[in-house]
């Protein structure tokens, strides 16, 4: 070969042979790779990191829901503890996370009741500071810079009960065993979703209205503060997906049948014998059936806010359901509804408030948002019908079966008014003084009793002393 000859055939080698040559394919080296530069792309990561819980979606007992792992998206230290709450039980206080930074625990044991309490009391605070604008509420101690956390007992002590005071800043769930049982079968109320929401929200409560826990208050007072428990704790279920995506296949999509959302503290209540739960939020309790005790009081309030869900569910999933999941559509019609009774509950009286009170700055809320005039038909109708207000909007069509349930402009041939009056001025519920018997612990605390109304009112730390004063003021008198 020449030298021309072997220049001749390099020069080929190197020149790029077109695909339609395949020929000469064979014959060409191939193209020299560009020269990768390893640049990953970053990943987008939390403003802050989160942990894991493993908490009961319901109670030990609702068994189609168990126990799952749900998120915290805060910063969570050992004990549990942040800055709003902190977990105390003897011995076994503070629980430290795993190396992932994770509270997931066996359940039955006591750190596992540890993360759940704390888990259920951080995720009940969150949804009412989600209504709030993301501003955090204030504990009832918290004023003039106080930032003390709640403490939580899980194990506080043997009893069939739990309750909130201000004067310990602390919510206190107690363990029994039930009439019957053997020793080992201790029924922990911790390990309720339903009664862990109850009491937060009373504590959530006393922050809002200092004054609404005084048994000076009517009935109706005391009666908002139980039923915000109860209601507090239908929305935090509602404000998990998997909850609501359980409970809408449950039920169909009816919130009238019977579920695990109406039916509150399951456990508590099969071992009391009561087969639907120790409440039942789905009733027809009017305020003529209740006289002055003040936990039926409260079911007829939560009763007409559950009736008011329910409608207000038919209505929304009716116009949405071609263009949302029905869970979805059940997740934000309840969070609407929320925000609505936080935001009636804050614009009500400091003192002394009744329920009418409440109902009239719900339609207020709503016209003020520019919700369908029939939110507030449903409103005006379910206060009406359990004779908490007059009836501004006929009943008629409610009571024969014949509402216009998906018609946004319907009022019947009422009026779209946000001022109703109360149905019985001299109801026992407004004018008795309060029965607190069957009550929740927490409305059965001296200290609710006997500190003055205006006291309570003005917020603040309570201390033992102020639960004596009127006794210490006594002695001092015969002392002198
Ligand atoms: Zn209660």
């Known amino acids: 070969m020449t030298h021309q000859q072997e220049l001749q055939t390099q020069l080929d080698a190197e020149i790029l042979v077109p695909a339609q040559w395949p020929g000469r394919a064979s014959q060409a080296a191939p193209p020299p790779l560009p020269r990768s530069v390893p640049r990953p792309v970053p990943v987008p990561v939390p403003v802050q990191p989160g942990h894991r819980f493993l908490i009961y979606k319901q109670d030990p007992s609702v068994t189609e829901l168990g126990a799952r792992l749900t998120y915290i998206p805060t910063v ?30 066996t359940p039955g044991t006591p750190q596992f009741d540890c993360a759940h309490t704390f888990a259920v009391v951080r995720e009940t ?11 955090p509420i204030p504990f009832a101690w918290n004023v003039g810079g106080n930032t003390e956390r709640i403490t939580v007992f899980p194990h506080a002590a043997e009893g069939a009960n739990a309750f909130y005071t201000r004067t310990a800043k602390a919510l206190k769930f107690l363990f029994f065993t039930p009439k019957g049982q053997p020793p080992s079968n201790v029924l922990f109320t911790c390990q309720s979703l339903d009664i862990v929401a109850h009491e ?8 809002l209205k200092p004054g609404w826990l005084s048994a000076d208050a009517p009935p109706q007072t005391g009666g908002l503060h139980e039923s915000f428990g109860d209601i507090t704790a239908i929305f935090l279920a509602l404000a998990q997906p998997d909850q609501a995506d359980a409970l809408v296949s449950l039920t169909k999509a009816n919130l009238h049948d019977r579920s695990f959302l109406a039916e ?21 309790l ?3 059936e209740v006289g002055n005790e003040v936990h039926a009081i409260s079911q007829v309030f939560t009763g007409a806010v559950y009736d008011i869900l329910a409608d207000l569910y038919t209505f929304e999933l009716s116009r949405q359901q071609r263009t949302k999941d029905a869970a979805v559509v059940l997740i934000e019609t309840a969070s609407a509804l929320c925000k609505l009774v936080f935001d009636a509950i ?6 002394g408030a009744r329920y009418v009170d409440v109902a009239n700055k719900m339609l207020q809320a709503s016209a003020n948002r520019g919700d369908p005039a029939v939110y507030r038909t449903f409103i005006r109708n379910r206060f009406a019908v359990r004779e908490i207000t007059t009836a501004a909007t006929p009943l008629r069509d409610l009571m024969s079966g014949q509402m216009a349930m998906t018609e946004a402009a319907y009022t019947g041939d009422g009026q779209d008014v946000t001022e109703v009056e109360p149905h019985d001025e001299n109801s026992a519920s407004l004018l008795a003084s309060q029965d607190r018997s069957r009550c929740c612990g927490t409305m059965q605390m001296p200290e609710y009793q006997v500190i ?3 006291k309570l009112a003005r917020g603040g730390s309570l201390e033992d002393d102020d639960i004596l004063r009127s006794q210490l003021d006594e002695l001092r008198s015969t002392f002198s």
Request: proline share 6%.
């Open 76 to 105: 969570v230290l050992n004990g549990p503890m942040d800055v709003r709450v902190q977990t105390e039980l003897q011995g076994v206080t503070p629980v430290a996370r795993n190396i992932s930074g994770d509270f997931v625990f």
């Open 125 to 135: 605070i969150a949804m009412y500071e989600r209504h709030n604008g993301g501003v």
């Open 200 to 207: 937060t929200g009373h504590a959530i409560l006393d922050g």
């Open 264 to 284: 509150l503290a399951e456990q508590f209540g099969k071992a009391l014998g009561m087969p639907s739960g120790l409440r039942n939020a789905d009733n027809d």
């Open 286 to 288: 009017k305020l003529s």
């Open 346 to 351: 804050v614009a009500s009286p400091a003192t």
């Open 452 to 454: 003055p109304e205006e």
